[in-house]
Every structure is written in C-alpha cells, then in structure tokens.
C-alpha cells in the first residue's frame, strides 16, 4: 500500500491512511510513504538558499510540526533529523555546489522523516509499527544518482527481510543506497516503484497505489469536469497512458508488477470506498473503443529531411544513435521516404544532438507544440476512429502536426499546436465519451 504526499499530507490525512491500512489487516499490509506533501519541494528550495549563502530550515520544520502538534507525537522525536539536514545545508552554503549525489541526499529527508511519523502514529494507535528505511532493507541500487534503478539482488534481500514481519512496516518510497552506501533517488513515481518493487519480491496479491484521484479516469478532471472512473486497464494500456501525461503512475512504476503478474489498484485516500481502477494483464473486453485520453504539453518536434534516406540501410540507426549518445529520451516517431520527425520534451538538452545531425541532414526544431494520445485496446477492432477523430479537429479549425499510432494498436498519438492542446482534449472527451452511443 503506497501512500502520496496528499495522502500524508497532514495529521488528519495520516488518520486516514490508519482507518486504511487497518481495514486491510488480514491482507498483512506492508505500507510505503512519500514526503509529506509540499517538503520536497520546500527542501529542493532549502538548497537553493543554500547556494546563495542562507541556511533556512523553518519552513520545513513548520510542515513537519504541525503533524506531530496533530498526531500528539514528542514534539522533539525528529531533532536529529533537523540537525542533520541543517549540517548538510551548511556545507552546500560553505562549498557553493549541489551535486546530484548532494541532492539525492537532501530530499531523501522528507521521506525519512515521513516514515517515522506514520509509524508512531500507527504505535501510538496501538498497531504494532516499525518504520523502516527502504535501503536497510535491501533497496539496493545503481550509481545513477536522481533516477537510479534497483539491481537485481534487491529483490531477494527485500524478500528476506520482510518475510517473517509480524509487524506493519512503514518503508521510504523513492530512495535507496548504493553499493557504496550512497544514498540514491528512484526519479520521477519513485515511491510507486518502491511499492512495485517491495510487491515483486514478497509476491503481494495486490499493489495498492493511494492518490488524491479516483484511479485513472478518461482525462484529467482539472481539465474535463466530466471526466469519469475507467474501472479496468491493462498493464499496456496504464503505460501508454502514463507516458504520453497521464500523471497517475509513472510508466517505470508498473514493470515489477507486470513481470511478476501482480494486479495494481490506484484507489483515492479521501474516497477509499471508491473501487479505483485495477490494472491487469489483460483488459476485460467493452464496448469501449478508446479507454482514455491523455496530453502533453511543452513538446518539441525535430524534423529531419535528407535525401540519402531514399535507399538506404542504417540511416535510421546513425540518427538515434546520435540521439541516444546525447541522451535524448524519443517520444513519438513518424517516417516517410525522405524525412524522419521526433518528439522530445522541453526539458531536454538537444542542441548538441541537433548540431551533429545537421552535419548530414536538414534539420528544423518546432516549439511549443502538445501531443494528444487516445489509447485502449479496443482500438485493435475499432473501424473509423481516427476518421472521427480528425475530422472533429477539423471541424474545431485545429491543425495536426505529426501522427503517430504504435504497433500494438493501441494508441493514436498525434502533435498540435501548444494552445489548441485543451481545446481538442475537452472537444474528443466530449465526442468519444460524452455522447458517445
């Protein structure tokens, strides 16, 4: 049972997440906690203050006293804690540098702290609880600091150590250790992956990921109010989704579970009666021909034209292996004879890439564009939909850049101007399941 920043946000979020987990008592829950919510970011704003010559930890003592104020927790159990972190900021101050090994360090407090204060609300409610930190059980990674992997091993040594509890432990999601004793960070959804890799090795009947959302739903509600419940996904489908925007689970996230056939569950902490979505390995058949909806905004498109593609074998190969040197992460790709356009998000740095690939083909970078993607697997047997699809676009004078649709058939992804991104995700929700027949 995996439990977001929302989730333990607050002392009366942390009572919820008790009232949960001891409802599941018979199903021996083992629990993963994020920050509470909002100290990450207040932490990452610690290092910058740092940088610039201030040591300021009271916002972040605030948020963690508030909670224990809450919870009637020792209003000195995280001291140690505090003093470590302000150590940490003073020396980042003095050498005027945050490393990525530095900042792995520094964020990892907010999930170290949160850990220890579910666990002694837990004790203090009388469940027998014991927090623990995921590296002193085996989380064990490799040495890519901010997006780190677990190696193999990882998965016997947590096994082990969890094998006999008789206890509910409350674990760090979203950190490990080295093999240098280093501490390292899971990147983007790294408490999601903890709870799949913690579920992996113990062979969990379910893993349960605990958000702010009623599962995945048909788009995001910020944007479509409408927006509904999509009660059963495949593990394809949850990926496509989450890749191409949906921010419900990180595509990484599901890998442990899909390798091992473990069925994830995202449910809502502040509406736990809601049966949420269940992913699986395969999609119950529906009438239902497109599952969900979901964007990405702040893309780029590289397009590349040259004439010594007609022809020839490996042009493809040199391209991305440019891209790949440079670590570029590809989104969508479309071809024809003579070109080859990708899509990146804006956040990567792409200009050595482009300068290489200049050097033997015609290259034009396009900003500010959005990918849209429709994705189920009903898509397989579908007939007409991208007809209908574009053609709503057409009638909402809303011009398709690139189009893209996987081999699995089971998504169509296509590239629109930046601002137009809202307008065709409201206009195609409204036409594929609004008033859909």
Known sequence: MKFGGTSVGTA????????????????????????????????????????????????????HQQVIEGLSLPADMLDTYHEELENLLEGIRMIKEISPRTSDYLVSFGERISCQLVAAHFRNMGRPSQHHFAFDIGMITDDVFQSALPLPEAYVRIADHLKEVNYTPIITGFVGKNKKGEITTLGRGGSDYTAAILGGAVQAEEIQIWTDVDGILTTDPRLVAAASNVPVVSF??????????????HPKTIRPALERDIPVVVKNTGNADHPGTRIVRESPTT?????????????????????????????????????ARHKVVVDMVSTSEVSV?????????????????????????????????????????????????FDQLARENIAIEMISQGASDINLGFVINGQ?????????????FETAS
């Open 12 to 63: 009366e979020r942390i009572q919820q997440v008790f009232e949960i987990v001891t409802s599941q008592t018979d199903a021996h829950p083992i629990v993963v906690v994020s920050a509470v919510g909002g100290v990450t970011d207040l932490l990452l704003e610690a290092g910058q203050k740092a940088l610039a010559g201030e040591v300021d930890i009271a916002p972040i003592k605030a948020k």
């Open 236 to 249: 394809k489908e949850a990926a496509e989704l989450a890749y191409f925007g949906a921010k419900v689970l």
């Open 287 to 323: 009438d239902a021909t497109v599952k969900a909806i979901s964007f990405k905004k702040g893309v780029r498109v590289i397009n590349i034209y040259s004439l010594r593609m007609l022809d020839t074998f490996g042009y493809l190969s040199k391209v991305f292996d440019i891209f």
């Open 420 to 432: 137009d991104a809202d307008r065709a995700v409201k206009t195609l929700h409204q036409v594929l």
């Open 341 to 389: 356009s990708i899509t990146v998000d804006k956040g990567q740095v792409i200009e050595e890439a482009v300068e290489e690939v200049s050097q033997f083909a015609e290259v034009r970078v396009e900003k500010d564009l959005a990918i849209v993607c429709l994705v189920g697997e009903g898509m397989r047997e579908g007939v007409g939909i991208a007809g209908k699809v």
